[in-house]
């Protein structure tokens, strides 16, 4: 049972160029969420995907694009990377049924923008 | 709107010791709480979570927490501490004020040192 996967682990990309960020679920979750976690900072949201078909901006969306592929897959895309984008990202997901179920979250993407 | 604060961004106790964390929250709806745990370079890992019923809550690797509803708190305690317990530690309120999105609000988290 792998869970929640994100690839790549890390990344080091040159300010301006792209990127997408893969995260896939096998546990049939309708919700998927971005977060970006920086220190002091907590995690904060980027973008969500409430079901397939949906997604919606979170607390920091600027610089970001996400697309819901269909159940499993949700993705983050990086069109012109800036060194305030230097960041680990997690995908999570979650089983929405009323607010008491757990997320799940990824490993993480350390990515670094020089 | 749902909001999270952690007192103490860094809480440093000796092995054996009482560990508290704590947690407030801010919600104009009955609230469900969770506490998730991150080792080094790894994601977050549920340690507790409290929905309704029962205010105090037993968790994994024996953490508990105790929600208060007149001070808005879910603080997070172990008695007695281990080495393997160093890590950063988050609270999250699950943001139901907004429609069923599920998004999860985080405080700024706590490192936990245990000292030998």
């Known amino acids: 049972n792998a869970g929640v996967t994100q690839t790549p682990k890390f990344q080091v990309l040159k300010t301006g160029q792209s990127m997408t960020l893969q995260c896939a679920q096998d546990m049939n979750h309708n919700s998927m969420y971005w977060y970006r976690q920086d220190p002091g900072m907590g995690l904060r949201l980027i973008y969500y995907s409430a079901s397939e078909g949906t997604t919606d901006k979170g607390e920091v969306p600027n610089g970001y694009n996400v697309s819901r592929l269909n159940k499993r897959e949700f993705s983050l895309r990086l069109e012109s990377a800036a060194p305030s984008q230097t960041s680990v990202y997690f995908c999570a997901s979650r089983m929405i049924t009323g607010g008491n179920t757990e997320a799940f979250f990824g490993q993480g993407t350390r990515l670094t923008v020089v | 709107a749902q909001s999270v604060t952690q007192l103490g961004s860094h809480v440093s106790v000796s092995e054996g010791a009482l560990v508290l964390l704590r947690c407030n929250y801010s919600?104009?709806?009955?609230?469900?709480l969770f506490w998730y745990v991150q080792y080094p370079n790894q994601g977050l890992q549920l340690l507790l979570k409290y929905t309704t019923g029962a205010t105090l809550v037993k968790g994994i690797n024996g953490f508990e927490a105790e929600f208060k509803k007149s001070e808005t708190s879910f603080h997070l305690t172990k008695p007695s501490a281990h080495m393997s317990d160093a890590a950063e530690y988050f609270c999250a309120v699950s943001d139901e004020g907004s429609g069923n999105t599920g998004k999860l609000i985080f405080g700024q988290g706590t490192t936990l040192q245990v000292k030998p």
């Open positions: 919600s104009s709806v009955p609230p469900y």
